[in-house]
């Protein structure tokens, strides 16, 4: 376990841009939160002046078209959630309301990246109330097509293994394997990009997906082409892109996770089903707390004197 105590921010931290799919321009502001308040979607600009909380969990999971969607598209909802919700996992934020003022959290630059610069602009706060986590106790799986997804017991930490397999030869098959923890987060996942395919823009266009779509905030591909002026930031970048998803979907367990996380051909359908099909078996998990912190005490001379002798 890595860390102990609930963290929350340490002060308000704002961002705007806009939606990958919708276009609209939006802002975004994150406040520090309460222990055990877990993270809240605060979303604003409703008919009538009207506002509306919505839990980041996946029970409030109401669509995984190309996206992750969370509250009720009549009463309002907050899609594109996974690059924001994958840095909080991973940064260890356990507490914060985030406001919100149009329908799709922001794309940035299409990766995690910036969510990542803007926690680390204000800081984190660790409370004593102690961390919990949803520990793995027996396999989870889920299957569709060829493709999978599954959560397996570990002995600590969380662990991913991912998996892709596209026909395009630009992409291929790429997997990569990690345990997850801040540094690893920073250095291999938060900078990959979405990604997607030339051929489909007037499909998706008219499904009314990909409106803001642009090579400054996604990857574009043409047959066996990288249409970004610059290239790839990693070799495979695309595999790191759906392990960045996979991170922010999972992470509406509402806690840590400790186990392994295995995927091939997955998506954002596959990563809420599986955490459905987990919590629909309570005997696959348990939630267990992080070990109290030992207080230390002054030694006696004595007792310094037989330390150092002990072998």
């Known amino acids: 376990m890595q860390s102990i105590g609930q963290k929350t921010i340490a002060a308000r931290a704002v961002i705007s841009g806009r939606g990958v799919h919708s276009n609209s321009p939006v802002q975004l502001t994150l406040y520090p939160a309460d222990d055990n308040h877990g993270i809240v979607f605060h979303r604003t600009g409703l008919e009538n002046g009207a506002s509306r909380s919505i839990p980041a969990l996946w029970s409030q999971v109401c669509m995984t078209e190309l996206c992750t969607v969370v509250g009720d598209m009549k009463l309002g909802a907050v899609s594109t959630i996974e690059h924001l919700m994958s840095a909080l996992l991973a940064l260890g934020v356990d507490n914060l309301t985030v406001e919100i003022d149009g329908p799709e959290v922001p794309i940035m630059d299409g990766s995690a990246r910036d969510f990542v610069d803007l926690v680390d602009t204000v800081g984190l706060a660790e409370s004593d109330a102690r961390r919990r986590y949803i ?62 395919f030339l051929r489909d823009v007037q499909h998706l266009w008219k499904a009314g997906f990909a409106l803001g779509s642009s090579l400054e905030n996604s990857v574009g591909l043409e047959d066996d082409k990288i249409l970004n002026p610059e290239g790839l930031r990693y070799p495979d970048e695309f595999v790191r892109h759906k392990m960045l998803d996979a991170i922010g979907d999972l992470s509406l367990a509402g806690m840590p996770i400790i186990g392994t996380y295995r995927s091939y051909c997955g998506g954002h359908k596959m990563n809420y089903l599986v955490l459905d099909a987990l919590f ?28 150092q002798a002990s072998p």
């Open 135 to 196: 520990k793995i106790l027996k396999p989870v799986r889920i299957e569709h097509g060829r493709g999978f997804s599954e959560l397996r017991p570990s002995l600590r930490g969380f662990h991913l293994d991912v998996e892709i397999d596209f026909s395009a030869a630009i992409i291929g098959r790429q997997r990569k394997v990690v345990e997850l923890t801040p540094d690893v987060f920073r250095e291999e996942i938060q900078a990959a990009r979405t990604f997607g």
């Open 280 to 307: 629909k078996d309570p005997s696959a998990y348990t939630i267990v707390e992080a070990p109290q912190k030992r207080a230390e005490s002054a030694l006696t001379r004595a007792e310094s004197a037989l330390l």
